[in-house]
């Protein structure tokens, strides 16, 4: 059986087994529309909604929905609207259309009359729309029930985990063609073309917006200007940028130095550390420890580099870590790019507290074979989280001041646990294109 098709049977078994526990037949998912802006004609990029693409890849057929009745075959009402203005969504080819009953619909109310009264025991999944919020259906997005799916998709499948790779070899193709760009003296705005011209993707067919930095803005963590002139100096560049394959994404951060130097060196402390963090990954192990012990090599590096007057330990027992390493160590990844569940203990729902002392991690979930995650360790100046120390003799400040017109570094790889350890889909990724 092809991947696929295995995949679809394990949706179909986390969906049966959701359904009922929470009490219900069936499940209608709406795909979802584009969103129009206020007072206006034109709409907003449209997403799928991710339980959509989880059954078949397919992203780009708004107000299509799928109607699953536990045991029986998916019925997919696939949109196509009767309209001489646009194109018609392209429908990728597979065995997705064998796999599911397809029929074409071209009005959302069909859907409605096809199903009558077996709307009556199913659960809504999706955002809502005039008329569809007054259909007669049980519930609409029940949280136990999205919990419990949400707690499943933790866990990949052979099919999602090829995505996923295959997602990597796009976005890693893209971070080359950046590279170059970057180290030809291009803009930011130029290196983001240059980025997704690589994939041959348009700006609204990444997952997330690109951060594609030069210099001293590698130190705003969401950075999404694109500056069109090149600055008078390359000094660093810090670019995270993903890609989508079959609705599966990719999730990259590399940092480039532009000459040799203590910048180029910090880069590989960095990459060494995040390596070092991946080698300790297995089932068994909690998250929240290797982001611990991530602050710990943070603490090291910092040290070793000359940002304190005291040392590992000390900048590591005091708290300092978190000022230059603000964010989470990562986040599992797969049909959305801040993937679900990192928070579920159990499929009942029950959830664990944010950490406070490490209040932006998304993951505090026991590490299991086939989940997907990524390392993204990282040290920046930034300037807001330093002030409170500001005056603080154990920081050298000196240091600091000489790191800060390159911003920072960051290295994110995802990977994925084996029965025994973890293997780098990116880096795997990166060595395909050689
Ligand atoms: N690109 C967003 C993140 O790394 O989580
Ligand atoms: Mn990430
Ligand atoms: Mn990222």
């Known amino acids: 059986m092809s991947y696929y098709l295995k995949h679809l049977q394990v949706v179909a078994e986390r969906f049966d087994e959701a359904l009922t526990s929470q009490g219900f037949d069936s499940v209608l998912i709406y795909a979802g529309q584009p969103r129009v802006a206020f007072l206006d004609d034109n709409a907003y990029p449209y997403r799928v909604n991710p339980f959509f693409k989880y059954w078949v890849p397919v992203t780009e057929s708004p107000k299509s929905f799928i109607f699953y009745r536990k045991g029986e075959k998916p019925r997919v009402f696939l949109f196509q609207a009767r309209d001489f203005w646009h194109a018609q969504p ?61 707690y499943q998709r933790a866990v990949k499948t052979d099919w999602e985990i090829d995505n996923m790779f295959k997602a990597n070899v796009l976005a890693a193709r893209g971070h080359n063609a950046a590279r170059d760009a970057f180290f030809a003296g291009k803009s930011e705005l130029e290196i983001n073309q240059a980025y997704l011209q690589a994939m041959k993707f348009r700006e609204t067919q990444v997952p997330y917006n690109s951060i594609v930095a030069l210099n001293q803005h590698g130190a705003v963590l969401h950075y999404d200007v694109y500056d069109p002139e090149a600055p008078a100096e390359h000094r660093s560049f810090l670019i995270d940028a993903g890609a989508y394959y079959n609705g599966y994404c990719a999730d990259i951060t590399r940092s480039y130095a532009a000459k040799d130097g203590f910048y180029a060196e910090l880069i590989e402390a960095v990459d060494a550390a995040e390596q070092a963090i991946i080698a300790d990954v297995k089932p068994g192990v909690s998250y929240l420890d290797l982001h611990v012990s991530m602050h710990q090599k943070i603490a090291q590096i910092l040290a070793e580099f000359g940002f304190f007057k005291v040392d590992a330990n000390t900048i590591y027992e005091r708290g300092y870590t978190r000022a230059f390493f603000p964010h989470g160590l990562g986040h599992f990844i797969g049909l959305q790019v801040h993937d679900v569940g990192g928070f579920l203990k159990n499929a009942q729902g029950d959830a664990f507290e944010r950490n406070p002392q490490h209040p932006f991690l998304r993951l505090l979930r026991e590490v299991e074979e086939n989940q997907v995650f990524t390392i993204e360790p990282g040290i920046y100046v930034v300037d807001q989280l330093l002030e409170e120390f500001d005056g603080n003799e154990d920081f050298n400040w000196n240091r600091i001041a000489e790191l800060r017109p390159f911003g920072g570094v960051r290295i994110e790889d995802s990977v994925r646990v084996t029965a025994t350890g973890a293997e780098n889909i990116t880096r795997d990724a990166f060595t395909s294109l050689k």
């Open 90 to 150: 392209q429908l990728p080819p597979g065995e997705w259309k064998e796999a599911c009953d397809v029929t074409l619909i071209d009005n959302i109310a069909s859907v409605r009359s096809a199903l009558g009264k077996e709307l009556e025991n199913t659960a809504f999944i999706g955002e809502t729309f005039p008329p569809m919020d007054e259909w007669p259906v049980a519930a609409i997005n029940p949280q136990g029930l999205i919990d419990h799916l949400h």
